[in-house]
């Protein structure tokens, strides 16, 4: 079965201060990764997403991610954070061969930016 | 474009009550998934659905739930005889196909159910 591990589950941060967010999946096979952000009161959107290819994806709003296959991780970074980037960040992993099984989801990490 | 939709945003009920919870995927997306979302247990995948068809439901918690697809788009989540333990976010997703590039699932705004 597949597993994702989050490390920090609150981060308090000062605006342009660096972030980068630990994922780490347990899985045999090939998968696809994916951040996904839930704002306070709004629903989950894609942040940014791993299939193939570059292991270093870009996403929404300055966001990056790095794919490292030997280490089974997919950490979420941003050089500089914004007070709007207050939010719950999830990473989720799914086997590239199909959806049978859904969205494996972290447990989250709820992100706290100071003014 | 239209998002995935749920109905309704909200409901209350009472403990042994049936419920029906309703999800519009993205117009042309054949895959459809349903999760739910609480605070002990994180986000957990329930069913998925390609086309009609649900090939697999043991994600399901119990057998008080069930879910359908029709006609390859509208797809509903019964919970019979609700529990308090039932009490949750039931969030819907849909992707375009199910597996390979096609695989981004985007999620609805969520039905927040409470049991009392």
């Known amino acids: 079965a597949q597993s994702v591990s989050q490390h920090n589950h609150h981060v308090i941060l000062s605006e342009a201060a660096s972030l980068e967010l630990g994922c780490n999946y347990s899985y045999g096979g090939t998968v696809n990764l994916f951040w996904y952000v839930q704002y306070p009161g709004q629903h989950l959107q894609l942040l940014l997403k791993y299939f193939s290819g570059d292991p270093l994806v870009k996403g929404i709003k300055g966001f990056e991610a790095e794919f490292i296959k030997s280490k089974f991780s997919f950490n979420l970074r941003k050089p500089s954070v914004q007070w709007s980037d207050t939010a719950e960040y999830f990473c989720?992993?799914?086997?590239?061969?199909?959806?049978?099984?859904?969205?494996?989801f972290g447990k989250g990490t709820h992100l706290i930016i100071q003014p | 474009g239209a998002g995935v939709s749920q109905s309704p945003s909200n409901k209350v009920t009472e403990k042994g009550k049936d419920v029906e919870l309703r999800c519009d995927p993205i117009s042309g997306h054949t895959a459809l998934y349903w999760y739910r979302q609480s605070l002990g247990q994180g986000l957990e995948f329930l069913i998925y659905?390609?086309?009609?068809?649900?090939?697999?439901k043991s994600g399901l918690p119990s057998d008080r739930f069930s879910a359908e697809r029709t006609g390859g788009s509208v797809s509903t989540l019964t919970i019979q005889r609700t529990q308090q333990e039932d009490s949750a976010v039931y969030l819907c997703?849909?992707?375009?196909?199910?597996?390979?590039?096609?695989?981004?699932?985007?999620f609805g705004p969520g039905t927040r159910l409470l049991v009392l």
């Open positions: 997703a849909s992707s375009l196909a199910l597996g390979g590039a096609g695989e981004t699932q985007y």
């Open positions: 659905f390609q086309g009609n068809s649900a090939p697999d």
């Open positions: 989720a992993v799914i086997s590239s061969g199909g959806g049978a099984d859904g969205l494996t």
